[in-house]
C-alpha cells in the first residue's frame, strides 16, 4: 500500500464510523504490514521550564491565565536534564522529550536549549524538544545541534479550534510545523481528543495530520487530562472508545508513523492499553510525570508490559554512528 496524502474526509469517516472491532481488525492489519508487532518505542519527557506561560490553551495547567494550583518553576538546569535523560535511558527510553511552557523560545533561551541537545544527544538518545512556536533560524539551529524531532500538536479540527486556543492561530502551527519539516528535523504533531468536541473534529484533525505534505513520523494521540481551574475542567468524559477509534484510524491513513499512546493513559486499565496496542499504537510516554501530571511510572510500565509481552524498542543508531561502527569494524 502506497502511503497517500490526499485522504478526503469522507474517506476518514467512513474509517472512523464503521463497527469498532472491524475497525481495530483493519488497524492491526495495517500496523502488522509496516511494524514490529509488540514492540513500542518508549519517550520520556521532562519539563524544562514549568507554568506562567502567556498562551491560552483552555486545557493546560501552565497558562498563566488560570488558577490551576501549578507551581511555576524556572529554567531547570542543564547538569540536571542530563542527570534526568541519563536515569531515562537506564530505564528504558529510547527517546527523552523536554517541554517548556512558553509561546515560543527567546533569543535568550537559544544558547540553553542548544547545549541540551548536544549533551542529550551525546548519551545516545534521540532528542525531542517542544517549545512552542519556532522561526525558520531556530529550527535551522536546533537541527544543527542534534534535535531528532520536534513536537507541535495541532490539537484539533480547524473548525473548533478557536474554542480551545485564541493567542495562536491554526495556520500559525502549521507555520512551525513547515520550518521543522525544512530544517531536516523530524516531525511530531497529534492532538487532544475529549476536549467536548464533536467526532467531526476529531475526523477533521486526522484529515489536516493525513494530508499534510509528509506524514509526521510521530502522532501523540492526548486524552485530555482535566485540570481544576482550567476552562475544560468539567468537560463531559470522552468515552474511551472514541480514543481508540481516532489511534486506529490514525495508523490506517498514516501507515508508517508512530501512533502514541499520550496524556490520559494513567486513566486507562492494562486491557484499555492493550486495545489500544491493537488498534495500533506503538509509542508511548514512561515514567512517574509527563510535564505536570502523573502518568504510569517505570514499575507499572514494566509489569504491563510483561503481561502482554511487549518489547521496548530499542533506539536505532543514526547515519553518522552507523558510518563510525563500519569504521572501526
Ligand atoms: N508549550 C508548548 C506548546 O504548546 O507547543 C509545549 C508543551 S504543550 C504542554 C504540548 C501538548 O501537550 C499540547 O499541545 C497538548 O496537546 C498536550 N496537553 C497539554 N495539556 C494537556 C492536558 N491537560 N491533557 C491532555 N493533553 C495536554
Ligand atoms: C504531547 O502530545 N503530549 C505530551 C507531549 N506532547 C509534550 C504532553 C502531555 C502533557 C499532559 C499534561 C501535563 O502533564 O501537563
Ligand atoms: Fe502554554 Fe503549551 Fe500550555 Fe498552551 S499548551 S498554555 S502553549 S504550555
Known amino acids: 500500500?502506497?502511503?497517500?496524502?490526499?485522504?478526503?474526509?469522507?474517506?476518514?469517516?467512513?474509517?472512523?464510523?464503521?463497527?469498532?472491532?472491524?475497525?481495530?481488525?483493519?488497524?492491526?492489519?495495517v500496523h502488522r504490514?509496516?511494524?514490529?508487532?509488540?514492540?513500542i518505542q518508549v519517550s520520556t519527557l521532562l519539563s524544562i521550564k514549568t507554568g506562567k506561560c502567556p498562551e491560552d490553551c483552555k486545557y493546560c495547567s501552565q497558562s498563566a491565565r488560570y488558577d490551576s494550583?501549578?507551581?511555576?518553576?524556572?529554567?531547570?538546569?542543564?547538569?540536571?536534564?542530563?542527570?534526568?535523560?541519563?536515569?531515562?535511558?537506564?530505564?528504558?527510553?529510547s527517546r527523552f522529550c523536554m517541554g517548556a511552557a512558553w509561546r515560543n523560545p527567546h533569543e535568550r533561551d537559544m544558547p540553553y536549549v542548544l547545549e541540551m541537545v548536544k549533551e542529550v544527544k551525546a548519551l545516545g538518545l534521540e532528542t525531542c524538544m517542544t517549545l512552542g512556536m519556532l522561526n525558520a533560524d531556530q529550527a535551522s539551529r536546533l537541527s544543527d545541534a542534534g534535535l531528532d524531532y520536534y513536537n507541535h500538536n495541532l490539537d484539533t479540527s480547524r473548525e473548533y479550534y478557536d474554542n480551545i486556543i485564541t493567542t495562536r492561530t491554526f495556520d500559525d502551527r502549521l507555520d512551525t510545523l513547515d520550518h521543522v519539516r525544512n530544517a531536516g528535523m523530524k516531525v511530531c504533531s497529534g492532538g487532544i481528543v475529549g476536549l467536548g468536541e464533536e467526532r467531526g473534529d476529531r475526523i477533521g484533525l486526522l484529515h489536516e495530520l493525513a494530508t499534510l505534505p509528509i506524514h509526521p513520523e510521530s502522532v501523540p494521540i492526548n486524552?485530555?487530562?482535566?485540570?481544576?481551574?482550567?476552562?475544560?475542567?468539567?468537560?463531559?468524559?470522552?468515552?474511551?472508545?472514541?480514543?481508540?477509534?481516532?489511534?486506529?484510524?490514525?495508523?490506517?491513513?498514516?501507515?508508517?508513523?508512530?501512533?502514541?499512546?499520550?496524556?490520559?493513559?494513567?486513566?486507562?486499565?492494562?486491557?484499555?492499553?492493550?486495545?489500544?496496542?491493537?488498534?495500533?499504537?506503538?509509542?508511548?510516554?514512561?515514567?512517574?510525570?509527563?510535564?505536570t501530571t502523573p502518568n504510569a511510572g517505570e514499575g507499572k510500565d514494566r509489569a504491563l508490559f510483561n503481561k502482554l509481552g511487549l518489547t521496548a524498542e530499542k533506539p536505532r543508531p543514526s547515519a553518522k554512528e552507523l558510518s563510525v561502527d563500519a569504521m572501526t569494524a
Open 1 to 29: 500500500m502506497t502511503v497517500r496524502n490526499d485522504w478526503r474526509r469522507e474517506e476518514i469517516q467512513a474509517l472512523y464510523d464503521q463497527p469498532f472491532l472491524d475497525l481495530v481488525f483493519e488497524a492491526q492489519r
Open 223 to 291: 486524552m485530555l487530562v482535566p485540570i481544576e481551574g482550567t476552562p475544560l475542567a468539567n468537560v463531559e468524559k470522552l468515552d474511551v472508545t472514541e480514543w481508540i477509534r481516532t489511534i486506529a484510524v490514525a495508523r490506517i491513513i498514516m501507515p508508517h508513523s508512530y501512533i502514541r499512546l499520550s496524556a490520559g493513559r494513567e486513566a486507562l486499565s492494562d486491557s484499555d492499553q492493550a486495545l489500544a496496542f491493537m488498534a495500533g499504537a506503538n509509542s508511548l510516554f514512561s515514567g512517574e510525570k509527563l510535564l
Open 69 to 93: 494550583k501549578l507551581e511555576a518553576e524556572k529554567r531547570i538546569a542543564v547538569e540536571k536534564v542530563i542527570s534526568e535523560a541519563k536515569e531515562a535511558k537506564e530505564s528504558g527510553s
Open 33 to 39: 504490514t509496516h511494524f514490529q508487532a509488540n514492540t
